[in-house]
């Protein structure tokens, strides 16, 4: 017979599966601390203004979590990004990150179907300084891809790239983006654990939007796997993130 321990860590882990939570952290207590401790004390105040503003929005699953936020500000420092691009916008919470991390003179080539959801954090990134790196472009990435290896200026011109988008199309802008990243820059897909779905037995009750993308996820990370032109870690931060690091 269980103990009320076991089932009070039962129903969490359950509820924790259930509402698709952005880290894949069996505890919320510890991913509570995780935030508390480390990342909400040294949030910019513009990163928790859009994030707050963001939780109001009914599509708020789509944001970027705090701490993977945190995580891309710290990388694009250590890489020293001055060029990059993000493919799939939303509010802007990671585009902030990035546009935070970068130089005066950095540029974020920055691309959505949906500029209303951008224009909701658009006041928070002007008060923030740092518009004036942003280029966006709303429409569909791929046809602007297309055109950007088709000029042939912009082929290993991108030190970074950060893809939150249609997780059906992952392999088709990794087909691209390989192309306009530079030798020794990264590219970081977002939502390769896709709410720990990866690993769920055939018969799991998943939630329609998340069984029908399980298997674009799933054949991107064995693509992944076996790329000879990239390096890649798989991090357990937010929903799972690839980072590949082009070799060749």
Known sequence: MATKQEEQQNNQAGRHQEVGHKSLLQSDALYQYILETSVYPREPEAMKELRELTAKHPWNIMTTSADEGQFLNMLLKLINAKNTMEIGVYTGYSLLATAL???DDGKIL??????????LGLPVIQKAGVAHKIDFREGPALPVLDQMIEDGKYHGSFDFIFVDADKDNYLNYHKRLIELVKLGGLIGYDNTLWNGSVVAPPDAPLRKYVRYYRDFVLELNKALAVDPRIEICQLPV??????????S
């Open 101 to 103: 991390a970068l130089p």
């Open 110 to 119: 920055a691309m959505d179907i949906n500029r209303e959801n951008y224009e």
């Open 238 to 247: 937010g929903d799972g993130i690839t980072l590949c690091r082009r070799i």
